[in-house]
């Protein structure tokens, strides 16, 4: 019997805010009850920590120069030909084309804004930029049922576009959108018999900024906890003005992850109590990280551990047995992975990404599944504004990170992570270091990746064992 396959994601919630991990002072109960009666999985990793990027991945298992999505979607990008192709398959057409009854509630942010949608949507920020679309039907990507907008930051006011509506039919909502967005994924539940199974995904805004539209009510753990207590990652400067601004952001960021963690609990009891013999498979996850001070910086679409770890919770009762796995997941397994847990095989050989299924329905351990030598790739595409790009590998133990400047040249770090998880002590000289950039670029060749510092990086370690110069 095939199982249903409900999917949460809460965007730019990083795996240190998984109070079960003991790391971040913040509180989540209910996600903690679910890592312990799950698979825990401490070693996933965002590809791209960026919301548009990481998405597509995670959706078709196909790399960004493939599935189209290299940059965030907006309409700047949108004129550079960014955004999900249309007819691409994902887990999602997949599972639809296998008789489950598919769902998207939430935010999206794949679809590249059309005039009309400056007037029908959110509007055009303060940037310049149109980041909130509609998604007709026909692109929605194997989603029969949606609720569902682009890109708009309004948690306390939001609005959605429902499945038969045109683009100027949205509905407005005066609620905190999570608790919204959770009340609908429920009602949908309920109104489903156990006949097929069901594929539902809950695309959560927050703790996503802005961070003060959050309610009061989750604010009092965090009102009182001063700057060292809030960020306790030896990799923040305090007394800096950098952790300071991180400090008030994370009341307000912790408070938005309590929320987000009361509404898997409202989930997770929605889904126990459904009656049938169909085993429901529940997997809690993010699009990338945030900062919040280290390094110095506040936001993500970094290759540092705060922006690229994720928190992955696979929960199926009598399915997925209680445990841990230090298995890397980086963001292409996620659409082959959720398919095999599904039993359906990903036969498209545009999704490169890796099915981690049969690890995940066997981990009983954290050593379950662990390779030192698997890797999570790293991708960052130039932009107009930011002519930058970088790739990279992270292992269990180590990460090479390769950014090219196209006015300086190219920029390399190397960390030790078993030494060094708070990257402090970048050794790109190391010879860990030119193994692991051998094997980048060994990666850059199989793939044919069209990198503007490929050829650096071949010249800085050519024979994948030391640096020369």
Same mark, same amino acid.
């Given at each position: 019997?095939?199982p ?10 990083? $795996? ?18 679910? $890592? ?17 990027p990481?998405r $597509? ?7 960004? @120069?493939?599935?189209?999505?290299t ?55 303060d ?5 909130d679309?509609w998604?007709?039907? $026909? ?8 609720? #569902? ?8 006011a ?10 100027? @039919? ?50 009092? =753990? ?14 923040v ?39 049938? #013999? ?44 209680a ?14 992975t ?10 498209? =050989? ?14 009983? #351990? ?23 790009s ?15 400047h ?14 060094? =998880? ?48």
């Amino acid at each position: 019997m095939r199982p249903n396959i409900l999917v949460v994601m809460a965007d730019q919630f990083r $795996a240190s805010a998984l109070g079960v991990l003991g790391e971040d002072p913040v509180h989540t109960p209910n996600l903690d009850r679910l $890592a312990r009666e799950g698979c825990l999985a401490t070693q996933a990793v965002s590809s791209y920590p960026v919301c548009s990027p990481h998405r $597509a991945m995670f959706l078709t298992g196909m790399r960004p @120069e493939v599935n189209g999505v290299t940059l965030n979607v907006h309409s700047e990008s949108a004129l550079d030909g960014v955004g999900l192709r249309d007819g691409l398959p994902t887990w999602a057409s997949l599972l639809r084309d296998r008789g489950y009854r598919t769902g998207y509630i939430g935010k999206w942010h794949l679809e590249p804004p059309v005039a009309e949608d400056e007037l029908h949507g959110e509007g055009r920020r303060d940037d310049g930029k149109v980041w909130d679309a509609w998604s007709p039907p $026909a692109r929605r990507f194997g989603f029969d049922f949606w609720y #569902s907008y682009g890109a708009t930051d309004r948690h306390l006011a939001p609005h959605y576009w429902t499945t038969d509506a045109e683009r100027h @039919e949205r509905v407005e909502v005066d609620r905190w959108s999570a608790e919204h967005e959770t009340d609908v994924a429920i009602a949908y539940l309920a109104d489903l018999d156990d006949a097929a199974p069901f594929a539902l995904m809950v695309s959560l805004n927050p703790p996503h900024q802005p961070f003060d539209q959050v309610p009061d009510r989750y604010r009092a =753990p965090y009102a009182d906890l001063d700057e060292r207590t809030l960020l306790n990652r030896p990799n923040v400067a305090h007394g800096t003005p950098v952790a300071e601004e991180a400090a008030a952001i994370a009341r307000d960021y912790f408070a938005a992850v309590t929320g987000v963690d009361e509404q898997v609990g409202r989930l997770a009891e929605a889904v126990a109590r459904r009656e049938g #013999s169909r085993p429901t498979v529940t997997l809690f996850t993010s699009d990338h990280g945030m900062q919040l001070g280290s390094h110095g910086l506040l936001y993500k679409n970094v290759a540092y551990e705060e922006s690229v770890r994720l928190p992955l919770i696979v929960h199926a009762p009598g399915m997925v047995p209680a445990g841990e796995t230090g298995l890397i997941i980086d963001s292409l397994d996620f659409a082959p992975t959720i398919l095999g847990l599904a039993g359906i095989p990903a036969d498209d =050989p545009r999704m490169v990404g890796r099915d981690r299924s049969a690890v995940l329905l066997e981990a009983e #351990s954290s050593a379950a599944g662990a390779d030192d030598s698997e890797a999570a790739l790293y991708l960052r595409h130039a932009s107009r504004a930011d002519p930058a790009s970088g790739r990279g590998l992270r292992t269990r133990t180590a990460k090479v990170i390769a950014t090219w400047h196209p006015e300086t040249g190219l920029d390399v770090q190397f960390f030790d992570l078993v030494s060094d =998880p708070f990257e402090l002590d970048s050794r790109p000289s190391c010879a860990d270091a030119a193994a692991l950039a051998g094997e980048l670029l060994r990666v850059l060749d199989a793939t044919d990746d069209p990198w503007a510092g490929r050829s650096a990086l071949t010249a800085a370690y050519p024979a994948g064992a030391r640096v020369t110069g």
